[in-house]
């Protein structure tokens, strides 16, 4: 069993930045963990992933070269860097686990889910 608590949303203006922090007790070798985000009425959409034991990251298109994910092994935490941010990455953040080891890039994929934060960049 995998718990997760996300930390670090908030309001922003354009072109800031803002990191996220999801701590993940319970997680084993070979967990991946995924950052989603949700915007009103629309899907949670993909936004980065990493698997825990190799580092592997993957990101949606729309996010990379702004958005890095990393993991810092001693506080069983991931991270999402957010540099740059523009209105259209205003939404809910929610933190994903899996016990598989490849990312997998839908929601449906994943076993565990954090609370979920705000993110809201203003123009």
């Known amino acids: 069993q995998v718990q997760l608590v996300e930390f670090g949303g908030g309001l922003v203006q354009a072109g800031g930045s803002l990191r996220l922090s999801c701590a993940a007790s319970?997680?084993?070798?070979?967990?991946?963990v995924a950052w989603f985000r949700q915007a009103p009425g629309k899907e949670r959409d993909f936004v980065a992933g990493?698997?825990?034991?190799?580092?592997?990251?993957d990101y949606a298109d729309s996010v990379k070269g702004r958005f890095t994910i990393s993991t810092d092994n001693a506080k069983d935490t991931v991270y999402l860097q957010m540099n740059n941010l523009n209105p259209e990455d205003t939404a809910v953040y929610y933190c994903?686990?899996?016990?598989?080891?490849?990312?997998?890039?839908?929601?449906?994929?994943?076993?565990?889910w954090g609370q979920g934060t705000q993110v809201t960049v203003s123009s």
């Open positions: 990493i698997r825990w034991n190799t580092g592997l990251t």
């Open positions: 994903a686990a899996r016990n598989r080891l490849w990312i997998a890039t839908t929601p449906q994929a994943y076993d565990y």
């Open positions: 319970g997680r084993t070798f070979s967990t991946c």
